[in-house]
């Protein structure tokens, strides 16, 4: 047998290079799109999260003196939560979360549930028997919480 190849499959693999070579710069202006098209659909989303924080509403979860959750109850008020997210319709992830706020007002523990806007209807309504939701006294805790260790530690002066 002979033949002019030094290694089997050399010619196939110089043919292939040969290929991609030759189509190089179309590759490069595909993968270019292609990554414009990813930044260009992060950034709109990006957008659509800071939209969907900036108009949230919150609600007070104030229960009453005999409340004491069965483990029943306690279960469907975490699937009751979990509506939250799905009422607020077609926004990512981050804009569409839910929180609970826990404040401290004149020696009472305040609660408070915050969600998107497009959900409050579902944020109203009540996720536990005896908890009353209160939509008008609810405004939203507005202290951030500063860490110095950590900021000294961003800056380097961090103390051992």
Same mark, same amino acid.
């Given at each position: 047998?002979?033949?002019?190849?030094?290694?089997?499959?050399?010619?196939?693999?110089?043919?292939?290079?040969?290929?991609?070579?030759?189509?190089?710069?179309?590759?490069?202006?595909?993968?270019?799109?292609?990554?414009?098209?990813?930044?260009?659909?992060?950034?709109?989303?990006?957008?659509?999260?800071?939209?969907?924080?900036?108009?949230? +509403?919150?609600?007070?979860?104030?229960?009453?003196?005999?409340?004491? *959750?069965?483990?029943?109850? +306690?279960?469907?008020?975490?699937?009751?939560?979990?509506?939250?997210?799905?009422?607020?319709?077609?926004? *990512?992830?981050?804009?569409?979360?839910?929180?609970?706020?826990?404040?401290?007002?004149?020696?009472?523990?305040?609660?408070?549930?915050?969600?998107?806007?497009?959900?409050?209807? +579902? =944020?109203? =309504?009540?996720?536990?028997?005896?908890?009353?939701?209160?939509?008008?006294?609810?405004?939203? *805790?507005?202290?951030? +919480?500063?860490?110095?260790?950590?900021?000294?530690?961003?800056?380097?002066?961090?103390?051992?």
């Amino acid at each position: 047998m002979h033949t002019t190849d030094p290694l089997p499959g050399v010619t196939t693999a110089l043919n292939a290079a040969h290929l991609i070579a030759s189509s190089a710069p179309y590759l490069a202006l595909l993968v270019l799109l292609i990554g414009i098209a990813a930044g260009l659909n992060a950034l709109r989303r990006r957008r659509r999260a800071d939209a969907a924080l900036t108009d949230r +509403v919150m609600v007070e979860l104030v229960p009453t003196t005999t409340f004491n *959750p069965r483990s029943e109850e +306690v279960a469907r008020a975490g699937h009751h939560f979990a509506r939250i997210r799905h009422a607020a319709g077609d926004i *990512p992830p981050r804009g569409a979360a839910t929180r609970l706020h826990y404040t401290v007002k004149d020696g009472q523990m305040h609660c408070y549930l915050e969600g998107p806007a497009t959900a409050a209807a +579902v =944020m109203r =309504m009540p996720a536990y028997a005896e908890v009353d939701v209160r939509t008008s006294q609810a405004t939203p *805790p507005t202290h951030s +919480v500063r860490f110095a260790l950590a900021q000294d530690a961003r800056r380097g002066n961090a103390r051992s």
